[in-house]
């Protein structure tokens, strides 16, 4: 695929997977709506790189960045106070990092789409 066929490839570290559901996600928004949802969803968008980063720090310094990151307030509390629920709850995250990173970006592609939705009309 070309970038310029498919505009979410110039995402950083972008997943088949996420390409098919971003794709199907605004397959009804109009050219502008789409160029308005790519602005919005790039700003609010993790990539799983981020996740394993932030995960790796939370193992060695403070638990819990990851869940702050995506947006999980009370976990991200937890594992700050329970050092990663005894470090099991961070070797987790380190396995399904991806699978964090995905659940994010869906939420915010849903999120995005509704403002750009809304806002374009």
């Given at each position: 695929m070309e970038s310029n066929n498919n505009p979410y490839?110039?995402?950083?570290?972008v997943t088949g997977e996420e390409l098919i559901f971003l794709q199907q996600a605004t397959n009804d928004l109009t050219d502008e709506q789409k160029r308005y949802f790519q602005m919005i969803y790039a700003?609010?968008?993790k990539s799983a790189q981020d996740i394993l980063i932030f995960t790796l720090i939370g193992f060695f310094c403070i638990a819990g960045i990851q869940r702050f990151l995506t947006g999980q307030i009370v976990?991200?509390?937890?594992?700050?106070?329970?050092?990663?629920?005894?470090?099991?709850?961070?070797?987790?995250?380190?396995?399904?990092?991806?699978?964090?990173?995905?659940?994010?970006?869906?939420?915010?592609?849903?999120?995005?789409?509704q403002i750009a939705k809304w806002n374009a009309q």
């Open positions: 490839m110039s995402f950083r570290d700003g609010k968008r976990m991200g509390i937890l594992y700050f106070f329970t050092g990663g629920f005894c470090f099991i709850g961070t070797i987790v995250d380190l396995i399904n990092h991806k699978n964090l990173a995905n659940e994010y970006n869906r939420k915010m592609a849903y999120e995005s789409y």
